[in-house]
């Protein structure tokens, strides 16, 4: 057992000894729990979002998660994994799908030690990032893929990507779409499949960015595209970087939902002309991700 000094907070890292002792942590206070108890987690085509605990630093405009407007705006990591043991526990589904709150690699040994704990439960894993994964990282990363497959369960990704040329003015504090890009063939070096969450589809970026994005994931190694729409609240706080009279464009539906269906299929065939495969939901990879690992 080795305790890394940048860690979260002394949660220990297993690098070569696999047990739940990042399970077991000291009981948490009345406002901790307090917290813990906003989880809530539910089962959807067979798969369960698990968050990370932490808004994602990364701040894209886009983003409604960036500052804690929704999900969990900040909560210990022993608490969401107690808290989703005993939910896990008590249910049934195939697949977790970490990070739907934040990046979980905006600090790797905190998403670290949280996958190490998650690739225990016996489940497929699945998480999404925009980070760059490089050198010790991804030799955790392997390590839990390789002990998953062991198991009979598979480890997987999603790089999300919604620009190429504009993300210094879209995703400005962002690693940059060449090294997502990077990380995209690095997992797919270690035998993590990995798909690139197309999403969200912005109404102001051309089309041209859009299928620079397919052939560079493509020849990394992607395994297919998700695309997926924009979402606003009321006060329109996510889209306000988006020419209105741009956006006054795109159907739109509350909570608000800005998706324009000939623009999507459009980019579906795009990609599928590129040689690449295409889906509209997350859900529906992690589908696909159980599929192939029961016929292996």
């Known amino acids: 057992m080795n305790r890394q000094p940048d860690n979260m907070r002394g949660i220990p890292i297993c690098k070569k000894e696999w ?56 909560i210990k990591a022993e608490n969401v994994l107690l808290q989703f043991q005993n939910f896990a526990s008590t249910t049934q589904f195939e697949t977790i799908q970490f990070g739907y709150d934040g990046d979980p690699f905006a600090r790797p040994e905190r998403g670290i030690a949280m996958l190490q704990a998650l690739a225990l439960m016996n489940k497929h894993v699945n998480f999404s990032t925009k980070a760059l994964l490089t050198g010790s990282t991804l030799e955790a990363l392997s ?45 797919k070096h270690i035998g993590i499949p990995v798909f690139i969450a197309l999403r969200p589809v912005l109404p102001h970026i051309t089309d041209m960015e859009y299928e620079r994005v397919v052939a560079e994931g493509i020849l990394a190694g992607c395994e297919g595209f998700i695309v997926g729409p924009l979402y606003a609240d009321a006060r329109g706080q996510f889209v306000r970087f988006i020419p209105p009279a741009v956006l006054e464009t795109v159907p739109s539906r509350t909570w608000t939902r800005y998706e324009d269906p000939n623009r ?12 690449g495969r295409a889906f509209q939901s997350s859900a529906d990879v992690m589908m696909l991700v159980q599929q192939k690992e029961a016929v292996r």
């Not at 002792?21 to 009345?30: E, F």
């Not at 190429?164 to 690693?175: F, G, K, L, Q, R």
């Not at 999507?264 to 040689?275: P, T, V």
């Open 19 to 74: 047990t739940n002792s990042v399970l077991k942590s000291i009981a948490p206070t009345k406002k901790e729990q307090t917290m813990a108890a906003r989880i809530l987690f539910k089962v959807e085509k067979e798969r369960v979002l698990v968050p990370v605990g932490e808004p994602c630093p990364f701040g894209c405009k886009y983003c409604y998660t960036r500052g804690g407007e929704v999900g969990l705006s900040k």
């Open 143 to 187: 390590d839990i893929r390789r002990r998953m497959e062991a198991a009979r369960t598979t480890l997987s990704a999603l790089v999300s990507l919604s620009c190429w040329d504009s993300a210094p003015a879209v995703e400005p504090h962002t690693p940059s779409p060449a090294e997502r890009m990077l990380t995209v063939a690095n997992l």
């Open 264 to 275: 999507l299929q459009g980019l579906i065939q795009m990609i599928e002309r590129l040689g």
